[in-house]
């Protein structure tokens, strides 16, 4: 465990078991997720995008004791198909996913969203970005007979806008709205579907976008607490939408950035 990390064990996720999409180093978010899921008693199975990663991202999963680790390209169908086939063949059903998977290409993340949306960007960050989404949706809930849960990793970029983040904005529109459909859909199987909305993070994925840096200190500088968006704060979120706890919550979009999503007016900033 990273040394920063305080969140205490528990048995909250005792008995379930459950998938984490989208483990790419220790940075990730998803493996903020797992850890938490883990040291509340969780039994995780990993997906990874490629070889290349793996070499990474194994011995993160060992050092919890992921029990499967499964190489899936949601861009591949047969690669999705043959990740889900392994997980009911060696699990049969499922308690939970978690979905953190997003790209899109550099040119989509930089300058003039009009100006630099091509259409094969824009059916690219679809297609990871969202539309995986509704497909690990179909091919989950049928190994979740009693119920489960299903969460998401968005970004406020959807809502309103951010500088740079242009095509991914997009991509999380569509993406919380998916949320809302599959939790429609899925609500009377006893599958709650929710998303979680963190502030800016240092990642893989935020790497990408131009002027990260600048982001990550204005979402700190503006936002009601004065700090940056925690792992241990996403973890917790997720974990709560995951667990029992979170019974009774569906189709939300839980905003963990430390207050900054209410800002209307900056301090400092006089009329
Ligand atoms: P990350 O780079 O660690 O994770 C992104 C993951 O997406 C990687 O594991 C990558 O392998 C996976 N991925 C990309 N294309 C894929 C494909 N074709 N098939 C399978 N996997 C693929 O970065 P992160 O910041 O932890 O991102 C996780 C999620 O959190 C994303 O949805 C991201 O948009 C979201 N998010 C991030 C931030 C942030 O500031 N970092 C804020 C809000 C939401």
Request: glycine share 10%; charged share 20%.
């Amino acid at each position: 465990m990273a040394d920063d990390w305080t969140m205490p064990e528990g048995s909250l996720m005792a008995g379930k078991r459950g998938l984490v999409m989208g483990v790419a180093n220790d940075k990730s978010i998803a493996w903020g997720i797992a850890k938490q899921l883990s040291l509340q008693g969780a039994k995780l199975a990993f997906t990874y995008q490629g070889e290349a990663l793996e070499k990474r991202v194994r011995p993160l999963a060992e050092s919890i004791g992921v029990q499967h680790m499964i190489q899936a390209d949601v861009t591949d169908d047969a690669s999705m198909d043959a990740a889900f086939a392994a997980l009911q063949s060696a699990w049969g059903t499922l308690d939970f996913v978690v979905h953190a998977i997003a790209f899109a290409d550099k040119d989509s993340l930089k300058g003039s969203f009009v100006g630099n949306t091509t259409r094969a960007g824009f059916a690219l960050a679809m297609d990871i970005s969202a539309y995986s989404f509704v497909d690990v949706c179909r091919r989950a809930a049928p190994l979740m007979p009693n119920g489960g849960a299903i969460i998401a990793l968005t970004y406020q970029g959807s809502e309103r806008v951010v500088p740079n983040y242009n095509m991914m904005g997009v991509a999380k529109a569509a993406l919380e709205a998916s949320v809302r459909y599959a939790a429609r859909d899925l609500g009377p199987k006893k599958i709650r579907v929710n998303a979680v909305s963190p502030g800016p993070m240092r990642t893989l994925a935020m790497a990408g976008i131009s002027g990260g840096r600048q982001l990550m200190t204005a979402a700190r500088d503006w936002s009601l607490l004065k700090e940056d968006t925690s792992m241990e704060g996403v973890a917790g979120c997720a974990l709560w939408l995951l667990s029992d706890l979170g019974k009774s919550v569906a189709g939300e979009c839980i905003h963990v950035d430390a207050g900054f999503h209410v800002v209307g007016v900056p301090e400092g900033v006089e009329a």
